[in-house]
């Protein structure tokens, strides 16, 4: 059903899911199919499991992992037409995040999986990351803003292209 991996990719279907449920960090609407769900879950729990010999590191990835794994399986369970809220069903959560998806387009978004299937890279998550904290560079940014301010202030820029510009500089 899921368009996986390629076989052109050298990528394990274990390293796709994980990596694109941090890629899909907070995105807890659209649908994902079983596979994608637990794949994620299995690699979660073998991190966990290796990185539960340092509490540190340990605690870090859980802290980590909290939202991209709630989120995959809120989108799991749109899959089988329920609510993100199921998930805090005890047992019918996990009969639900078991059972097999709706084959047709739901009210949650198209079928999973009939979009062409892309390797996802630790540099994709990297790059999600940076995006969701604006940048690295706070400094270049309030730099840009006071530029702006500037060319606002000389009358360059109206003011609807002078918030238009801020925006952009920080990412909004």
Known sequence: MESAP?????????????????????????????????????AHIVIAVI????????????????VPGVAVACRRLHDVDKSGWFYLIPIYNLILLATEG??????YGSV??????????????????KSMVGQANPQGNADEIAKLFELRK?????????ES????????
């Open 112 to 129: 999973p999986g009939l979009e062409i299937a892309k390797e996802v890279t630790i540099n994709d998550v990297i790059g999600k990351a």
């Open 154 to 162: 000389s009358g360059a820029l109206s003011e609807s292209e002078f």
């Open 102 to 107: 709706n084959p047709n387009e739901n009210m």
């Open 6 to 42: 390629n076989n052109n990719f050298s990528q394990p279907k274990i390293v796709h899911y994980f990596l694109k449920a941090f890629v899909n960090y907070a995105k807890f609407d659209g649908r994902a199919t079983r596979e994608e769900y637990w794949f994620f879950f299995l």
């Open 51 to 66: 990185t539960s010999f340092s509490p540190a590191i340990y605690t870090l990835y859980s802290l980590a992992a909290i």
């Open 165 to 172: 510009e801020k925006k952009k500089v920080m990412g909004l």
